[in-house]
């Protein structure tokens, strides 16, 4: 029976997490085909194969498959919401842009997983993979260290107790055994034994696991994928979300940049806690 519960407890969740891997697939899949110049002639070449250097041809609801710096432009507008989190498409043209402009005013350059709204372009690539944008915000949270949700925790602390509880008992329970009864050891050890095994839940991880497998297919219903099962519960804990105008999740800072007074105008440097007038 603990195998069996062991054996369910694994399927349910590498079941549910295969799904959600395969709808990650499927939006990777986005990026697999542009229309690159190659040997003198337009040919389709997989995303993966671009190198930079390589001039792409975009038009009307194509998918950037690298970051590219534009070469030509007619009436191009681009839907960078999922870099930057405007609503409203960015217009691009081939003019150059100052070297420290932010992402959102780099009007020449197009990025790696965005979409192109209208218009027609073609651009020189300069970036491709982890090397792109979107690249350096995946690796950023690849090396983001993971977290125990609220729930691990409580099962983490729980198990432990249990554990401590379950040993005293099995030891009050040899006590017992040998002193008062005279049990044999062998008597003694397969009473101990088997109290350990029943005072175990043995289905407490595969009720959790059904559980949050539930939990992932409702977030799935509502067009949410959630990757790992723990996430369903961490999300369940959250209580306040801040973000801007436009959706994109923040840390909850602002800084002012530019101080007006009747007398002065004062530029501002630094961070929301840390801000320096200069």
Known sequence: MILAVAVINAAIGFVQEGRAEKALDGIRAMLSVSRTFTDGAWAEVDAEDLVPGDVVRLRSGDRIPADLRLLEATALQVDEAALTGESVTAAKRTDPVDADAGIGDRTSMLYSGTLVAAGTGTGVV??????????????????????????????????????????????????????????????????AIGFAVAAVPEGLPALVTITLALGVQQMARRRAITRKLPAVEALGSVTTICSDKTGTLTTNEMTARLVRTRAHAYDVSGSATRPRAR
């Open 126 to 191: 300069v970036a491709t993979g982890a090397a792109t944008e979107i690249g350096r915000i995946q690796t950023m949270i690849d090396e983001v260290e993971s977290l125990e949700t609220p729930l691990s925790r409580t099962l983490a602390a729980f198990g432990k107790r249990l554990a401590v509880v379950i040993l005293v008992a099995a030891a009050v329970m040899l006590l017992v055994g040998g002193v008062l009864h005279d049990f044999t050891g062998s008597e003694l050890v397969s009473a």
